[in-house]
């Protein structure tokens, strides 16, 4: 609590609250000239603010609003919109701060929290490991605007297909460079692995020139002056398809992704990398909608 407004601005620099319910009447220095301070400040620019007042004219709403508040309510309220309101804004900004900047994903905090979510829940779930193969020689060879856009690609690709294909509960959270993660039912893991690399492919033409496309690998200059080619860029997914009650930290099951990806770069398609639930098995290998086992002969498993 602050009497004034010059007590405002000084307990929020000092106090660094996560959110400010901000009057815009008070002695010394008005809500308006508080805001503004706050909106100056690098520490607290983007605090979320919300302006509450007795005056119900529509310039002082837009002038709040302009100044940068978040949210406006004029007196007298209701206490239950108030504190949903409240709530809305908290959750809205924790969001904003855990999303990677590039994409709008969320990060790896949202990711761990899921994480756990999931294993408390005792329900059935699927997760994924996802990321672009030879995704440094793409970006060395066209440029970071272009590797940030083969990055957003596959974010839309992720999210486009959990939308399209998906029961409603899917989870999507971007671990950060070109690694992703997918969370979804057991029943669809594998038919929602399928679709992500097979629309992957049928979309990367386009990051490519299309001479590069057409030859099939990349020339990429080292640093030594030799020229190295490189296949075109694919997809690695990492699938633990029945997770229920198989891990108890988040760090067991991204481990075995983190193994699953492994496997995986031994090819040049993009491939999805199922683990066998017994201890001494292989992990199963789909590439291009035909199973194989890790050394690319023919499974006797139909998938």
């Known amino acids: 609590m602050a009497e ?26 008005d809500g308006f000239a508080v805001l503004e301070i706050i909106r100056a400040g690098f520490e607290t620019a983007r605090l979320p603010v919300i302006l509450l007042t007795a005056k119900g004219e ?28 409240v709530s809305n804004l908290l959750e809205a900004t ?8 590039l994409t709008g994903l969320p990060g790896n905090r949202a990711i761990e ?7 408390a829940s005792g329900r059935e779930y699927a997760f994924m490991y996802i990321d672009i193969d030879r995704f440094k020689s793409f970006n060395d060879h066209y440029g970071y605007s272009m590797g940030d856009r083969a990055i957003s690609f596959l974010a839309g690709v992720l999210v486009g297909c959990t939308q ?21 039912e057991s029943k669809i893991g594998k038919a929602m692995a399928r679709r992500i690399i097979e629309e992957f492919d049928a ?9 590069d496309y057409k030859r099939g690998y990349l020339e990429v200059e080292s640093r030594s002056g030799s020229i190295e080619r490189f296949p075109l860029i694919t997809l690695t997914l990492g699938l633990v398809n029945d997770a229920k009650g198989r891990f108890e930290h ?35 290998m789909i590439t291009s909608g035909v199973s194989v086992a890790v050394d690319e002969t023919p499974s006797d498993e139909s998938n």
């Open 4 to 29: 004034d407004g010059e007590e405002a601005w000084k307990a929020v620099a000092s106090f660094q609250p996560d959110l400010v319910l901000l009057d815009v009447m008070m002695p010394r220095m």
């Open 58 to 85: 529509e310039a002082d709403k837009v002038k709040g609003l302009k100044g940068g508040a978040n949210d406006y309510i004029i007196k007298p309220f209701n206490h239950d919109e108030l504190l949903l309101r």
């Open 94 to 101: 924790r969001r904003e701060r855990e999303a990677n900047p």
């Open 113 to 119: 929290r899921e994480i756990q979510t999931r294993i």
């Open 164 to 184: 399209k294909y998906g029961t409603g509960g899917e989870f999507v959270g971007h671990v950060g460079g070109d690694d992703f993660v997918v969370a979804t």
């Open 203 to 211: 979309g990367k033409v386009d990051l490519h020139d299309p001479a």
């Open 250 to 284: 988040p760090a067991e099951l991204s481990d075995t992704l983190a193994e699953l990806k492994r496997f995986g770069k031994t090819t040049e398609q993009s491939v999805i990398v199922v683990e066998r639930r017994s201890a001494d098995a292989e992990p199963e």
